[in-house]
């Protein structure tokens, strides 16, 4: 059974770049057709749907967040990275990585999802 597990830095400073990783166990992230997605959730708002990598390595991004959004996929490590530039307080969050079989472009329901990680929280504050 996949599980997920979303890794990064508590705190970082506006203007910078936040770099996430979510580390993959129980399968491979080249082996298999699956999509790796980024989803957030503000404090007090709903969840937002950041973008995709497929295992082909095609991407997929929120057009709000393409601008300065970038995902990666680091094979020797078996993990998936979130970079989002020029961060501002409004981006603290809780940064949750997912898994599926297909492509749910825009899709927020964990439901609709097969593996989806604990989460980490991430402030953006000077």
């Known amino acids: 059974q996949v599980q997920l597990q979303e890794s990064g830095p508590g705190l970082v400073k506006p203007s910078q770049t936040l770099s996430l990783s979510c580390t993959v166990s129980g399968g491979s992230i080249t082996t298999t057709y699956d999509y790796y997605t980024w989803i957030r959730q503000p404090p007090g708002k709903g969840l937002e749907w950041m973008g995709a990598?497929?295992?082909?390595?095609?991407?997929y991004y929120s057009p709000s967040l393409k601008s300065r959004t970038a995902i990666f996929r680091d094979a020797s490590n078996n993990q998936i990275t979130l970079q989002l530039r020029s961060v501002t307080p409004e981006d603290t969050a809780v940064y949750y990585c997912a898994r599926s079989m297909s492509l749910l472009l825009g899709v927020t329901e964990a439901a609709r999802y097969d593996a989806w990680g604990q989460g980490t929280q991430v402030t953006v504050s000077s």
């Open positions: 990598i497929a295992t082909s390595g095609s991407t």
